[in-house]
T-cell receptor, first 118, second 117 residues
């Protein structure tokens, strides 16, 4: 079974530039998540999709970050303009069902995109 | 507010030693879930275990075991007879049953385990 695919693996940009990350979840997984992992910290949820609708984006810095999930499958996360503090690994994860109240399923993670903002 | 504390930043053990990774959590939810994930050098987080707040039975899976104690809000993870392949960063995580955050995992800062051959 194919896992969660992410690209690119690495990205280096200068501050104020734009950048986009792509994620393809496991086939059939309804829920998709984007996490930000700053060096030395645990991952922090940025946004959660259920199919193509947003379930939770309370921690997404909406003035510069945006995300979409076209047709409830692939997703892109964009940063525009980037700041130095955005340097982190951006992890995409998916789960089979997700938001069903009492069901807190395990998440399947991709290998992440490591972003360096200079 | 949800919070997970992993006080051990880094641990080094010699192969075949046992090692325990500590996890302490805070939550106001009466129903919640606790997780352990492993992050090897390749970067992806790998699910190890999920526990709900009503099940305090300890669990053993091969060389891995977990000790859940609600009285001390702890969910510790023990690796018996450690191996070099166990070297990774281990994250403890907590999720509640909030309206919009049913699967919002709150991660600790992780414990980097190095197993020396």
């Amino acid at each position: 079974e194919a896992g969660v695919a992410q690209s690119p693996r690495y990205k280096i940009i200068e501050k104020r530039q734009s950048v986009a990350f792509w994620c393809n979840p496991i086939s059939g997984h309804a829920t998709l998540y984007w996490y930000q992992q700053i060096l030395g910290q645990g991952p922090k949820l940025l946004i959660q999709f259920q199919n193509n609708g947003v379930v939770d984006d309370s921690q997404l810095p909406k003035d510069r970050f945006s995300a979409e999930r076209l047709k409830g499958v692939d997703s892109t996360l964009k940063i525009q303009p980037a700041k130095l503090e955005d340097s982190a690994v951006y992890l995409c994860a998916s789960s089979l069902v997700g938001w069903t109240g009492a069901t807190n399923e395990k998440l399947f993670f991709g290998s992440g995109t490591q972003l360096s903002v200079l | 507010a949800q919070k997970v504390t992993q006080a051990q930043t880094e641990i080094s053990v010699v192969e075949k030693e046992d090692v325990t990774l500590d996890c302490v959590y805070e939550t106001r939810d009466t129903t919640y879930y606790l997780f352990w994930y492993k992050q090897p050098p390749s970067g992806e987080l790998v699910f190890l275990i999920r526990r709900n707040s009503f099940d305090e039975q300890n669990e053993i899976s091969g060389r891995y075991s977990w000790n859940f104690q609600k009285s001390t809000s702890s969910f510790n993870f023990t690796i018996t007879a450690s191996q070099v392949v166990d070297s990774a960063v281990y994250f403890c995580a907590l999720s509640g049953t909030g309206l919009t955050g049913a699967n919002n995992l709150f991660f600790g800062t992780g414990t980097r385990l190095t197993v020396i051959p």
